[in-house]
């Protein structure tokens, strides 16, 4: 049986998510009111700055074309840059290598009073390293506690992390692709690495679904975005994002001394 979104809180197979779930909402309609959501968090952002006592990580994975460029451009488009923080994380260096897998992203965890984005994360330690057999089984199965150990570390030190699976299709996936190949424009996104690990999709879901399940905890839950439909994917993660900064319950800080008195000269 097919389901809406959801947070995991239990044993999941992603074959029973809809990816292209939409609940019957109104593509123009629902494009206005995630607009909405955005300005929201506009809003919310100079709050967060101003306090200066939590950090948000938006996690974004999914397969190749799911749409974390596409996600992360929307939901922030009304937000301040300048207080926004964003990684995307490439094969490791040789300096990277030469240290934990944990010790480049913990570099890159936004700063109090920051929005941070990773578009792929550290979870690709236990996606495209388990698949293409980088590291031993014994190695990747490894790393899920010490995520998990990682991130309950940040959150207790004043990180909201938000984590977001972009569930696509293969279906919808071959689509962009071929729209990428058919437009000039986007001819610079195909990538031919991207036909090879296509080719490994049962793998790569067999590792979703391990990774979904193994690091899921109540201190940074997983979402699983139907991510078929661009409108309503948008939608769904600016929800998210609002609703978790509105539960901050954020307030302009009070000026350490009386401002009352404070003349400023001509």
Not at 146 to 173: C, P, T, Y
Not at 233 to 240: E, F, K, S, Y
Request: net charge positive; hydrophobic share 40%; aromatic share 8%.
């Amino acid at each position: 049986m097919k389901k809406q979104p959801t947070i995991v809180t239990g044993r999941i197979k992603l074959r029973r998510f809809a990816p292209d779930y939409c609940a019957g909402l109104d593509k123009k309609k629902t494009r206005a009111r995630t607009d909405a959501r955005g300005r929201r968090i506009g809003d919310l952002q100079p709050l967060l700055y101003a306090n200066a006592h939590h950090a948000v990580l938006l996690i974004f994975q999914g397969m190749d074309a799911s749409g974390k460029d596409g996600a992360i451009r929307t939901v922030l488009q009304h937000v301040n840059p300048a207080g926004v923080q964003t990684a995307n994380f490439k094969v490791p260096s040789e300096e990277e290598k030469a240290h934990d897998f944990l010790w480049r992203i913990h570099h890159a965890v936004p700063r109090a009073g920051s929005i941070g984005v990773f578009n792929r994360s550290h979870y690709e330690a236990v996606l495209a390293e388990r698949v293409l057999g980088l590291v031993p089984r014994q190695t990747w199965r490894r790393r899920y506690g010490e995520i998990v150990d990682f991130e309950r570390m940040l959150v207790a030190n004043g990180v909201l992390i938000l984590k977001f699976h972009l569930h696509l299709s293969r279906r919808e996936q071959a689509k962009r692709f071929k729209e990428r190949l058919a437009d000039p424009k986007k001819n610079w996104k195909f990538s031919h690495a991207d036909l090879a690990t296509r080719q490994r999709w049962p793998d790569y879901i067999d590792a979703y679904e391990d990774m979904l399940n193994a690091t899921s905890h109540p201190a940074a839950r997983w979402h699983i975005v139907p991510a078929d439909r661009n409108w309503y994917r948008d939608h769904v993660v600016a929800g998210i994002v609002v609703k978790a900064l509105d539960a901050l319950k954020l307030k302009w800080p009070k000026p350490a001394k009386n401002l009352a008195k404070v003349r400023i000269g001509k």
